[in-house]
């Protein structure tokens, strides 16, 4: 109630602004080639207003970003700044005109220091074009103030989480007198409690008079922190309303010019005999005695706070990381080994967290990462022909629904929605008996995620084993049979499809026995 009460204030803020908007888009046009990228699109951005930009993958929200940014010019359409017209030549221009934009991974240089990083090209002299060091510490510790953060200045930048990055960035541009705050998915690698404080940061920024849009897939946090929510569609405007107004479902309407029937479509299966079994797993510090079944059919949610320990349990099963003691056991039989290696032999596949990172290369093309996994069985007397690789990845391509440009294409060209296709593609090419699939659907638009969701409830009822890890509480309760939540290192609860609810799995999150209401610890 209360949520919804302070939606209704931050939705009048902007009745109370100038009536010009800060930051203005009209009727945005971008080509590139035969690709349509910007096909009307409109934005108004307002002085101490929040504004998120929502939309599928590819729907237009990156180049919008890149021309607010100075990096793509628009072909035609006018952008407004305080009422005049504007055309930011390139991301200096733009800067100087008080446009500052936070990515998800900011870059920094990290074997300078906070202060360097914030001042760089630009540090505070004293005589004889000396570099006043102690005016950068105390003009960082200012700001950082302003924010309501505590960093340290002197500190290297190496090392720095995600969180301080951003921070640092954002530091950054209050020192260049950044009056429109672009935030593109700044939260995807951020635990809950970093996530808290940007938003403090982001509030404190409003309360200043900045405007600020901020883009991301996650509608909590899009209802929790927007006064107004802008939607595109296949590189246009579609709609802008005050968040108090819009409900999730109207949204994702909206988004993808249709009703969703279900972002979880789970279909019934007829679950088999156990196929993964986990006894008494531990790795002093990380996790402890960790026991559960998976069976044929069945899809299995591990849920959990970030730091529970639930990737690190699914690293130390598929081989990736050693355990002190405990046993993994596939059909009845102990893994004779502890590596990737003997676990794919058995018939297990992992598809990690991070795809950039630790799923794909992202070097190479979309083809080379398909057939990563099949290079061995593809190969003929020890050659790897171009046309073998191409027929598996058409046939992958074809059953994933993945879209790409050509089997060539950089993978990194890719949306993320497909990259992630392309892992689970590389994996279930092996003919996988159990899938471990972390984040399934992190970093992706709603319209695909609801394809993931049905690609794994349709393996689940080809006889599948699925073990999925996801910090999305939706997700785990729409798509799983049973949810195994971890707390601390620890399994805190066991719960059917039929007992898990938020409030059940929140509580065994937070190690309280969800029946009980006792600690579990």
């Known amino acids: 109630m209360a949520e919804a009460q302070d939606a209704k204030v931050r939705s009048g803020r902007r009745a109370e602004a100038a009536d010009v908007p800060l930051l203005e888009l009209r009727d945005i046009h971008k080509s590139f080639g035969a690709v349509h990228a910007l096909r009307g699109a409109s934005l108004s951005l307002y002085r101490g207003q929040v504004t998120a930009l929502v939309g599928e993958n590819g729907a237009g929200k990156s180049t919008l970003v890149k021309t607010l940014a100075g990096l793509h010019q628009q072909d035609r359409g006018e952008v407004l700044l305080d009422g005049e017209e504007v055309s930011f030549r390139d991301p200096l221009h733009a800067r100087e005109a008080g446009i500052a934009v936070i990515y998800q991974e900011p870059t920094m240089f990290p074997d300078l220091t906070v202060a360097e990083n914030i001042f760089m090209g630009r540090q505070p002299l004293r ?44 530091a950054k541009a209050i020192s260049l007198d950044a009056r429109v705050l672009i935030m593109d998915e700044p939260t995807a690698a951020l635990s809950g409690v970093e996530v808290d404080r940007l938003f403090a940061v982001t509030r404190t920024l409003q309360a200043q008079g900045a405007a600020v849009l901020f883009i991301s897939h996650r509608f909590e946090e899009v209802f929790a922190l927007a006064d107004w929510i802008t939607v595109m569609r296949d590189g246009a405007h579609v709609a802008t309303a005050p968040a108090a107004e819009l409900t999730v479902d109207g949204v994702i309407r909206q988004m993808v010019g249709r009703d969703v029937a279900s972002l979880f479509p789970k279909q019934e299966t007829t679950i088999g005999p156990t196929a993964l079994e986990v006894k008494g797993l531990s790795r002093k510090g990380v996790f402890s005695d960790i026991s559960f079944t998976v069976k044929e059919g069945e899809i299995v949610g591990l849920s959990g706070l970030v730091g529970a320990g639930r990737s690190e349990v699914a690293r130390a099963v598929f081989g990736i990381d050693k355990y002190d003691s405990g046993e993994v056991l596939v059909r009845d039989e102990p893994l004779k080994s502890l590596s990737p290696r003997a676990s794919m032999a058995a018939g297990l596949a992992f598809v990690p967290e991070d795809r950039r990172k630790q799923g794909l290369v992202m070097e190479l093309n979309v083809s080379r990462n398909l057939t990563l996994t099949l290079r061995r069985k593809l190969s003929r007397f020890g050659l790897l022909t171009n046309q073998a690789e191409a027929q598996a990845t058409t046939e992958w391509a074809k059953k994933l629904q993945i879209k790409a440009g050509s089997p060539v294409s950089p993978i990194s060209t890719l949306s993320g929605g497909n990259q992630q296709k392309v892992v689970l593609g590389k994996w279930l090419a092996t003919g996988p008996r159990i899938l471990i699939i972390d984040e399934p659907t992190r970093g992706i638009d709603v319209g695909t995620k609801s394809e993931v969701h049905r690609l794994i409830s349709e393996l689940a009822g080809t006889g599948l084993a699925v073990l999925m890890i996801s910090s999305e509480l939706p997700e785990i309760l729409g798509m799983s049979d049973r949810v195994l939540v971890m707390h ?34």
Not at 142 to 154: R, S
Not at 501 to 518: C, H, I, L, Q, W
Request: no cysteine; charged share 35%; glycine share 6%.
């Open 127 to 170: 005589s004889l074009r000396r570099i006043d060091r102690k005016a950068m510490r105390r003009q960082s510790l200012e700001l950082f103030e302003q924010l309501g953060v505590k960093i340290d200045p002197d500190r290297a930048a190496q090392g720095l989480s995600i969180a301080d990055q951003q921070v640092v960035e954002i």
């Open 488 to 521: 601390e290192g620890r399994i805190t609860a066991e719960l059917s499809r039929k007992d898990a609810t938020e409030e059940s799995v929140m509580t065994a999150a937070t190690g309280v026995d969800p029946k009980t209401k006792e600690t579990t610890a």
